[in-house]
Each structure stands twice: as structure tokens, then as C-alpha cells.
């Protein structure tokens, strides 16, 4: 039994570790967008989505635009009040 618990416990660590939406509402909510955005899009349908996933005045604060040319437009996971570095990225094009 005890060897069980030895399992699970790094086991239940590294899985929280490396799936961060699970316990990080930031995370959940951009993952959401990403997913929202299908295949075939317009610029015009994404912001909406974007704006659906984000509203005004919402808990969260939206992605930042990093690219936003007629060809491509790049969206990074806004890093909010979080110390960490911004490394979740949305690229389309």
C-alpha cells in the first residue's frame, strides 16, 4: 500500500506540472480559445471568438496581438498579474 502511495504521489505532481490548465484558470481559458478557432476562419470570426473567450470587464485579460498583418495574425497567452514569462503562443495563418 505504502508503494502505491509512493507511485502516486510524483506521479499526481508531474501530471499537474506539465498540464498547467488544470489548476490555472489562465490556462483554461486560453486553451478554450485556441479550440474555439476552426479551420477556415475569417480575421473577423476569430476576434469574435477572442472577444466571446474574453469579454469586457471578464476575470481574465485577453491575449496580446503580436502580429496582426494581412497574412498572419499571432496571439500570446496574457501573462496577467503572473510573474512567469509569456510562452503560450496562437500563430494563424
Same mark, same amino acid.
Given at each position: 500500500?505504502?508503494?502505491?502511495?509512493?507511485?502516486?504521489?510524483?506521479?499526481?505532481?508531474?501530471?499537474?506540472?506539465?498540464? *498547467?490548465?488544470?489548476?490555472?484558470?489562465?490556462? =483554461?481559458?486560453?486553451?478554450?480559445?485556441?479550440? @474555439?478557432? #476552426?479551420?477556415?476562419?475569417?480575421?473577423?470570426?476569430?476576434?469574435?471568438?477572442?472577444? *466571446?473567450?474574453?469579454?469586457?470587464?471578464?476575470? =481574465?485579460?485577453?491575449?496580446?496581438?503580436?502580429? @496582426?498583418? #494581412?497574412?498572419?495574425?499571432?496571439?500570446?497567452?496574457?501573462?496577467?498579474?503572473?510573474?512567469?514569462?509569456?510562452?503560450?503562443?496562437?500563430?494563424?495563418?
Amino acid at each position: 500500500m505504502s508503494l502505491a502511495v509512493l507511485i502516486f504521489l510524483p506521479s499526481l505532481f508531474f501530471m499537474l506540472a506539465l498540464n *498547467a490548465w488544470i489548476t490555472d484558470a489562465r490556462f =483554461r481559458t486560453y486553451r478554450n480559445f485556441y479550440y @474555439d478557432i #476552426e479551420k477556415g476562419m475569417s480575421r473577423a470570426e476569430v476576434l469574435e471568438v477572442m472577444k *466571446a473567450n474574453y469579454p469586457v470587464g471578464g476575470l =481574465r485579460k485577453g491575449p496580446i496581438v503580436s502580429q @496582426d498583418e #494581412e497574412e498572419s495574425l499571432w496571439f500570446f497567452m496574457n501573462p496577467e498579474d503572473s510573474r512567469e514569462p509569456n510562452c503560450e503562443g496562437i500563430f494563424l495563418s
